[in-house]
């Protein structure tokens, strides 16, 4: 056999052994494991929420706008609706929310952006930030597949994909604003019926000493005839002039 065709060879199931050991095996070993390759997930936008300052999301069907921003302090205030101070616990959640806009993809194929709907969009979406400045986004129609929206994010050329769920949270900043929940006034229910009146009770009357009638017989009376006698029966004192002396 030739001897450079020996050498060849061998080189060659050299090369096909290192393959098998450092690509194929661990490949297929993957396969049975049912192990797979997760892509990373992609937000419509990657900033921290400490670096929002402020959130204005307007709704083009409905008319209705949030306009929600920070004042120097770290404190949330509603421009729209309001103005009027933030629940500050919501508004802290529904700005960590911005950070959770899941896109499921690009459109790479088309140019012609009016067919999405982000020329005139039906919300558009405007994020402050502490540096100055501004992160845009058009959102446009749904997809034929109702699972996303078509939405365009400012400076850029190519429409991404919005999951319905993400479209969903920038719709409840419209509809359920951070607002400030109204105190309860307690109320006192009017009395139904059947429910027992109660009457105060009348003053007690203090019964007046009764008057006791003397009766029996009067004691004679002595003493010069003309006089006059004093008698007390336990009660009131009487006189009675003395008619006659008593033998």
Do not use: C
């Amino acid at each position: 056999m030739n001897r450079n065709l020996t050498i060849a060879l061998v080189v060659v199931f050299s090369a096909l052994a290192v393959y098998a050991l450092v690509v194929q095996i661990p490949k297929d070993n993957s396969a049975a494991n049912g192990t797979a390759t997760v892509a990373p997930a992609v937000y419509l936008w990657t900033v921290k929420a400490d670096q929002i300052n402020g959130v204005h999301v307007a709704d083009r069907v409905s008319g209705k706008a949030m306009d929600l921003v920070k004042d120097a302090s770290g404190a949330w205030s509603l421009v729209q609706p309001g103005p009027q101070p933030a629940e500050q616990s919501l508004a802290a959640s529904d700005v960590s929310g911005l950070m959770t806009l899941a896109v499921d993809g690009t459109i790479t194929t088309s140019t012609d952006l009016a067919s999405f709907g982000v020329l005139s969009p039906t919300m558009t979406v405007e994020v402050d930030l502490s540096d100055g400045t501004k992160l845009k986004a058009a959102v446009g129609n749904k997809t034929p597949t109702g699972t996303d929206y078509y939405v365009l994010r400012a400076g850029e050329t190519q429409v991404v994909l919005l999951s319905s769920a993400a479209q969903g949270t920038l719709a409840s900043l419209v509809t359920t604003p951070p607002v400030v929940p109204p105190t309860a006034t307690p109320t006192v229910p009017a009395p139904g019926p059947g429910t027992p009146s109660v009457t105060p009770p009348a003053s007690a009357t203090v019964p007046t000493t009764p008057t006791v009638a003397a009766t029996g017989t009067v004691p004679a009376v002595t003493g010069t005839p003309g006089a006059v006698a004093t008698i007390s029966l336990y009660g009131p004192t009487a006189t009675a002039p003395i008619s006659s002396a008593t033998p």
